[in-house]
C-alpha cells in the first residue's frame, strides 16, 4: 500500500544551525507534498508545501526540494532558532484523490 | 472564527465503554478527516468524509464508526473501547481534495482507555 518512510525521528542541532528532514514515498501517483509543524499539545499546522512540477520552493529559512524520480522530498531549515523546536511531519498526496499519507514524524530539538 | 473545535479534549474510559468523539468547522469545507497520533506512528487516516453525505475507510478503520452530521459536523464513535485505541485523536478538514487547500487540524482529543 502507500507508504511515506520519514527520518530521522529525532534530531537536535545548534541555534543557528541547518536541520535536514527527509522523506520517501511509494506511491508514484503521488503529486502533492506538504510539511506540517506540530508544538506541544496543538495540532499539526501546514508550514510549506510542493507540487511535482516544481523541484524546489523556499518561504525564508524554509525550503523543501522534490526529487520525483527517486521519489524523495525533504525539508530544510536554516538559521534554526529555539522556536523552530517541535514535530515535523511530511505527507504526500494525489491529486483527484481525498487521502494524505504521513510519515511517522521528527522530532526537533534546537539547543541555545 | 473558531476553525476546528473537538470535544472533548480528555478522556477516559474503560475497556467496553462506548463514546462519541465530535469534530465541528465553521470553515465552510467539503472535506473532513479524523486521525488518530501514536508514538513513532505517524498519523493514520481512520476515516474520511469527501463530502456531505459520504464516509470512506483510511488506514486503520476497525473498531470505529464515523457519521457526517451535516457540512460542519464529523463525528467519531467507538462502540467498544479497547486498550489498543488509546491514542490522540485528530479531526482535520479541508475545502476538496487532496491539492486544492491546505488541510486544517484541530487541538486533538487525548482518550485513554483503561
Known amino acids: 500500500g502507500e507508504n511515506v518512510e520519514q527520518h530521522p525521528s529525532t534530531l537536535s542541532v545548534q541555534e543557528g544551525d541547518s536541520a535536514v528532514i527527509k522523506c520517501t514515498y511509494s506511491d508514484s501517483a503521488s503529486n502533492y507534498f506538504p510539511w506540517y509543524k506540530q508544538e506541544l499539545g496543538k495540532g499539526p499546522q501546514l508550514i510549506i508545501d510542493i507540487r511535482s512540477n516544481v523541484g524546489e520552493k523556499k518561504d525564508q529559512r524554509i525550503a523543501v526540494t522534490l526529487n520525483k524520480t527517486a521519489k524523495h522530498f525533504s525539508l530544510h531549515i536554516t538559521e534554526t532558532q529555539p522556536e523552530d523546536s517541535a514535530v515535523y511531519f511530511c505527507?504526500?498526496?494525489?491529486?483527484?484523490?481525498?487521502?494524505?499519507?504521513f510519515g511517522t514524524g521528527t522530532r526537533l530539538k534546537v539547543l541555545a | 472564527n473558531a476553525g476546528v473545535t473537538q470535544t472533548p479534549k480528555f478522556q477516559v474510559l474503560k475497556t467496553g465503554q462506548s463514546m462519541t468523539l465530535q469534530c465541528a468547522q465553521d470553515m465552510n469545507h467539503n472535506s473532513m478527516y479524523w486521525y488518530r497520533q501514536d508514538p513513532g506512528m505517524g498519523l493514520r487516516l481512520i476515516y474520511y468524509s469527501a463530502s456531505e453525505g459520504t464516509t470512506d475507510k483510511g488506514e486503520v478503520p476497525n473498531g470505529y464508526n464515523v457519521s457526517r452530521l451535516n457540512k460542519r459536523e464529523f463525528s467519531l464513535r467507538l462502540e467498544s473501547a479497547a486498550p489498543s485505541q488509546t491514542s490522540v485523536y485528530f479531526c482535520a478538514t479541508t475545502s476538496g481534495m487532496v491539492n486544492t487547500g491546505e488541510l486544517f487540524f484541530g487541538e486533538g482529543s487525548r482518550l485513554t482507555v483503561l
Open positions: 505527507a504526500a498526496g494525489g491529486s483527484g484523490t481525498y487521502k494524505y499519507i
